[in-house]
């Protein structure tokens, strides 16, 4: 049925989770497996990635390799620069392209959002069928208040603000946790996911 499954990666745990599903995949119908890894200038994979050192391209295609190298599948490796679903879609139509297989995060407003929709605009744009793979909640990293805390406190540091409190409880808005504080005398909201711990500060910094 599946000759080549294509499996776009950022070295996330959405598309880890991807990837060992494609590899499952692969490994039953003996089929090839693609990684490919877009560069985009928008940062559409990456918006909430604010990492001290988020994976370049050749780690994150690495852990698709590592992971395959525990299996019988062949992995071809491809890395792209343009718009995430354009090229995605160009991929799969020039290499023959069976089953495309996505990471994403849960579907809410809000996730949609703040993490952009490349899922999305893939599957509205390619003919290729696709397969959607949701993270679970055993692959949460920020399980506690405290946790969104402090990664929030965290990002508004790398953001330059030195006195940083946070007066009330955040909450969480799946699957994100939403950390209300005061930063430098500015009202500062910080999104932090539950599942990978990245952050992002909503409004610019007053100068």
């Given at each position: 049925?599946?000759?080549?499954?294509?499996?776009?990666?950022?070295?996330s745990?959405?598309?880890?989770?991807?990837?060992?599903?494609?590899?499952?995949?692969?490994?039953?119908?003996?089929?090839?497996?693609?990684?490919?890894?877009?560069?985009?200038?928008?940062?559409d994979?990456?918006?909430l990635?604010?990492?001290?050192?988020?994976p370049s391209?050749?780690?994150a295609?690495?852990?698709?390799?590592?992971?395959?190298a525990?299996t019988?599948?062949?992995?071809?490796?491809?890395?792209?620069?343009?718009?995430?679903?354009?090229?995605i879609?160009?991929?799969?139509?020039e290499?023959d392209?069976?089953l495309?297989?996505?990471?994403?995060?849960?579907?809410?407003?809000?996730?949609?959002?703040?993490?952009?929709?490349?899922?999305?605009?893939?599957?509205?744009?390619?003919?290729?069928?696709?397969?959607?793979?949701?993270?679970?909640?055993?692959?949460?990293?920020v399980?506690?208040a405290?946790q969104a805390?402090?990664?929030?406190v965290?990002?508004?540091?790398?953001?330059?603000?030195?006195?940083?409190?946070v007066?009330?409880d955040?909450?969480?808005?799946?699957p994100?946790?939403v950390v209300r504080?005061?930063?430098?005398?500015?009202s500062?909201?910080?999104?932090?996911?539950?599942?990978?711990?990245?952050?992002?500060?909503?409004?610019?910094r007053?100068?």
């Amino acid at each position: 049925m599946y000759e080549h499954i294509l499996v776009p990666t950022d070295g996330s745990p959405g598309s880890e989770n991807a990837t060992k599903h494609a590899l499952e995949l692969a490994e039953q119908f003996g089929a090839t497996v693609h990684a490919l890894y877009v560069e985009s200038p928008n940062q559409d994979f990456h918006e909430l990635d604010r990492r001290p050192n988020p994976p370049s391209s050749e780690e994150a295609l690495s852990k698709v390799t590592d992971l395959a190298a525990k299996t019988s599948v062949t992995v071809e490796t491809a890395i792209e620069v343009g718009t995430p679903h354009e090229r995605i879609r160009d991929y799969s139509e020039e290499h023959d392209i069976d089953l495309i297989v996505l990471g994403t995060h849960a579907r809410t407003g809000v996730d949609r959002y703040l993490l952009g929709s490349v899922t999305e605009r893939v599957i509205r744009s390619v003919d290729t069928p696709t397969l959607v793979v949701r993270l679970d909640k055993s692959d949460f990293v920020v399980t506690t208040a405290d946790q969104a805390i402090e990664l929030a406190v965290d990002a508004l540091r790398e953001e330059g603000y030195d006195d940083v409190s946070v007066e009330e409880d955040p909450y969480r808005e799946e699957p994100l946790w939403v950390v209300r504080a005061d930063a430098d005398g500015e009202s500062r909201t910080v999104y932090v996911d539950n599942r990978s711990g990245n952050t992002r500060v909503l409004g610019k910094r007053d100068r």
